[in-house]
């Protein structure tokens, strides 16, 4: 499945038997290692749950406050999949309201990290619709009351979604108004910024950015494959790039 049904945020064909995603954290020793297929079917999920699940659609508006981490890529691929209206940004800085098409109304949906739904530095916004989103293994222990386990209920949805959502350029996909063309524009410009090609294996600190821009979509928009590296010793950075075979870090 491709992320989106536009050829501007397509993804160029890969090694289906190699990694496209893989995660790991250094803390914990957990990883996960996905194919180009396998990253279709968990986006595929998440499309389903949006979509289905929720009942969005374009128009829809989807705040996500999530880190670098493959289930982060699940939900962006499926939500942009579905023509949502995605609102992202790093912890903390910038509201998520400013400059946004409908900044006056709750989101129809907001994916938030339980560490984050509880931080009073985190201005979490209202929704319909609220999942938490592990990032470690498995489903989560406890879930408070208005909230839903996004691990468990994507689970409901089949790993494959039929192509009936039509998606142009011109349309929004950010809440402020971004389209799928400038978004597709800008992942190739920063590709090119990193000198990313097709085959190349980027190491991305997890601590370091939360632009997806920079850690998904400039990558994908080339058909190279990402490492995302959780609680990172900067120490043991180049053992990593040696075992993962990285060419290019960020």
Not at 16 to 23: D, F, G, H, N, T
Request: glycine letters at 8%.
């Amino acid at each position: 499945m491709q992320p989106t049904a536009t050829a501007d945020l397509s993804v160029p064909p890969a090694d289906a038997q190699r990694p496209m995603l893989s995660y790991r954290d250094e803390a914990t020793g957990e990883r996960v290692d996905l194919t180009p297929q396998q990253v279709g079917s968990w986006a595929a999920r998440s499309a389903g749950l949006l979509r289905d699940g929720c009942g969005l659609g374009p128009g829809s508006r989807v705040a996500v406050l999530l880190p670098p981490h493959w289930r982060t890529a699940a939900v962006l691929l499926g939500a942009w999949a579905s023509g949502l209206a995605v609102s992202f940004r790093p912890r903390a800085t910038a509201g998520l309201a400013v400059l946004e098409v409908g900044g006056d109304r709750p989101f129809d949906a907001v994916l938030v990290t339980p560490e984050r739904q509880d931080d009073w530095l985190e201005d979490v916004p209202d929704a319909t619709h609220r999942y938490l989103v592990g990032t470690g293994p498995g489903h989560l222990a406890d879930v408070p009351l208005g909230w839903l386990d996004w691990s468990a209920e994507v689970l409901r949805h089949p790993d494959t979604t039929p192509d009936h959502t039509v998606i142009h350029p011109s349309d929004p996909a950010t809440a402020d108004g971004t389209t799928y063309g400038q978004w597709g524009a800008l992942a190739q410009e920063f590709a090119t910024m990193l000198d990313l090609r097709a085959g190349d294996r980027l190491l991305v600190d997890a601590a370091e950015t939360e632009q997806p821009l920079k850690w998904l979509l400039a990558p994908l928009s080339v058909g190279a494959s990402v490492v995302i590296s959780a609680n990172l010793d900067p120490a043991q950075r180049d053992a990593i790039v040696a075992a993962e075979r990285v060419t290019r870090v960020l």
